[in-house]
């Protein structure tokens, strides 16, 4: 809403902290911008991303405004978890690639209805990144649910980047005929949150990333603090 604004701080591998602000414009445009780094927390140089990113949100309408479900275009810049850099050594190789682990949105349209018998909302979309990701299908799709167990309890529950392709290790690694498997596997990820309302600015959340194994490593275990306010 205007005069509202929400800031997060995302913990997750390798030290790693992400920063990330919004602010409400008006009541239908939403602003917002990123940035992080790993080794952030713990030892070794702190090493930032290599640019912030940048949002912005607007609702085109509202749930019940002549719409079954409210309906929003946006843009949204920012990658997340591992950082791969070209240069960098993977599986003792080089890297030819730089990307994100988990591609940005960029652009999309996303439509959410309440299910207030159920104390729950759905979610939908479709995006297309800009940014150069190995993996990119062009035109991709997410999905998620949130759901109120308790007024200060929230589960979520996400399907993202659906059509993402493999990724092989010689598509992102010189000289990598000798490796076997790869780096990614196709489809989407699926990632699980619970969120704690702690007070009414402020929550804590615990999420499991990529539970559907699409990266060869572990999934991602990542914490996160919401705090929000107006202005």
Avoid: C
């Avoid at 030290?15 to 409400?24: D, H, K, W």
């Avoid at 729950?120 to 649910?145: C, E, M, Q, R, W």
Wanted: overall charge neutral; aromatic content about 14%.
């Amino acid at each position: 809403m205007k005069g509202r604004y929400f800031l997060t701080f995302r913990f997750y591998q390798e030290g790693g902290l992400l920063v990330r602000g919004f602010a409400g414009l008006t009541d239908r445009l939403t602003v917002g911008a990123s940035y992080g780094g790993v080794n952030v927390v713990g030892t070794g140089a702190i090493e930032g991303n290599p640019e912030p990113a940048f949002s912005l949100k607007y609702k085109l309408g509202e749930e019940g405004e002549n719409l079954p479900f409210a309906l929003s275009f946006g843009y949204d810049g920012q990658g997340y978890g591992k950082y791969y850099k070209k240069g960098d050594k993977l599986q003792g190789k080089e890297l030819t690639e730089s990307f994100y682990q988990i591609d940005s949105k960029g652009f999309y349209l996303a439509a959410s209805k309440e299910l207030k018998n159920l104390h729950a909302t759905v979610h939908g979309g479709i995006n297309y990144s800009l940014k150069d990701h190995p993996a990119k299908p062009g035109i991709s799709f997410f999905l998620g649910t949130r759901f109120e167990a308790t007024p200060k309890l929230i589960l979520k529950l996400e399907y993202n980047n659906g059509f993402y392709k493999e990724i092989k290790w010689e598509d992102v690694l010189k000289d990598a005929s000798d490796l076997e498997g790869n780096l990614r596997k196709a489809g989407g990820e699926i990632n699980l949150g619970v969120q704690i309302k702690y007070t009414e600015g402020l929550s804590l959340e615990l999420a499991f990333k990529d539970l559907s194994n699409r990266y060869t490593e572990s999934g991602n275990r990542i914490f996160q603090i919401t705090y929000s306010g107006g202005f």
